[in-house]
Structures are given as structure tokens and as C-alpha cells.
């Protein structure tokens, strides 16, 4: 497996965490979402992948989104995290480093119960 | 057919509004121009891609054309043979007449059904118009 390549499971995982702490960082359009997530090392995450993410996420009312004009070019999709969206990014950024201590853990003493038994 | 073409019918086998079909594809029209990838690429098979997206409730108005189109012939073959039976003859020629003009009428606004949902909206066609 290609080092920038990930398990689709893992991909499908932490792909809303990673993509509102990109908007997190300021408003963005889908190819700055998609390049982000590349220079990142979460590989080449397609357009047919975030958008219905996006989508699903402005239903849920964390993100919004403007069309821009940017002539001569295509109209830009802009999407920016709204109140709710920053509060949801910071709650599951929280559980995510509890996790992230929880599976270290658990990958350092794997049979530490066991033994006990 | 292109790929847009695809898309929307995708889009309105599944029922998703109008609306939603012009935004789906302003996007993948926006992303495949800023990464010069064909929308095949970035979004894979139209027909998967739509898949993606929930299932609306309202038919497209051409589906919707159809099936009233389907309803009233069926109306008129049934009505003509009942006429016919209470009259206690056997099918006659002009009424099998009628079936098969009403079938053909039939093939036609499918066909022509077929056609206009698989048309781009006229909202997205242009790149001015996208924002609007």
C-alpha cells in the first residue's frame, strides 16, 4: 500500500474531523479542501468523496457555503464552519485525542489484562 | 451523452429536486476545472455518484407528463373495452385502432420523457448563470 494511501474505513472516519479542522482554520473552496487533505498525507481524496461529506454537514447546519465569482474562472463553491460547526469540531477533536491516547495504549500493553488472568 | 447529461438523469431517476441537480453539478463542473481531471475522475460513474444523494419524493414534471400520459390511455383502452364487451360483440377493428394509436402516443412521450431528463438545466448551462 502506497504510504499516502489509506483503508477506506479509516478514510471514511476521519475525513469529517480532518475536513472541519481545515475550515476550522478559515473559509475554504472544494479544491483547497481536497489539496489540503493531499498535503496532509490523507492521499488523493476524490470530489465525489467531500462533497456529499459537505453536503451532509450543511444539512446538519455545521457548515454553510456561498457561490463566488471569480472571473474568468469557475464559480466557487466557498464553505465556512458556522457556530455549531466549530463547537461539533472542537467536541469531536477533544473525544479524538482521548481515543487517539486510549488506542496507544492499548497498542503498547495489548495483553497487560490478560496476563493479569 | 455527457457526463452532465448522465448526472441529471441519475439525479432525477432518484427525484432529487431541481435545484439540488443544478447545485450537484456546478460542483463537479467547478472541481473538474480546477484540477483538469475529467468529472469521471473526480466523481466517478454518474449513475454511482447519484447514488450518493438521498431520494427525493417528487417525480421530474416530464416523468410525471409520462405516467398522467399512461394513466389517461389506459383510461380510454379500458373504457372502449367495456363499450365494446357490453355491447357484446368482438373487439372491433376501430378500437384496436384506437389501442395502437394510443400505444404508439405512449412510446412517444416516454421516449420524449426519456430525452428532457436527461437535458442540463438551464440554470447551470452557462458560467455566469451559476451564481445566480
Redesign the interface.
Known sequence: MDETEWSSGWLRAVLPLVSLSILARGEA???VI?RTLGSLGFGSV???TL??FL?RQQELGLVDHR???DSP?????VFWLTDRGRREFERLASEWRRLNTTVASALSHPTSEMEKK | MSYYGSLAFNLRLRRVPESKIVEVLREVRELSQESGQEPEQQFGPAATYAEKFPKGKVRSLPTRLAVGCLAIAIAITAVDFILTMTRETHLQVGSVRVIFVLLAIQVVVVIAAIIADHRVPPEFRTASEATR
Do not use: C, S
Request: hydrophobic share 30%; proline share 11%.
Open positions: 473552496h472544494g479544491y481536497l476524490k470530489g465525489g462533497y456529499p453536503a457561490w463566488e465569482i474562472g469557475p464559480a466557487r463553491k
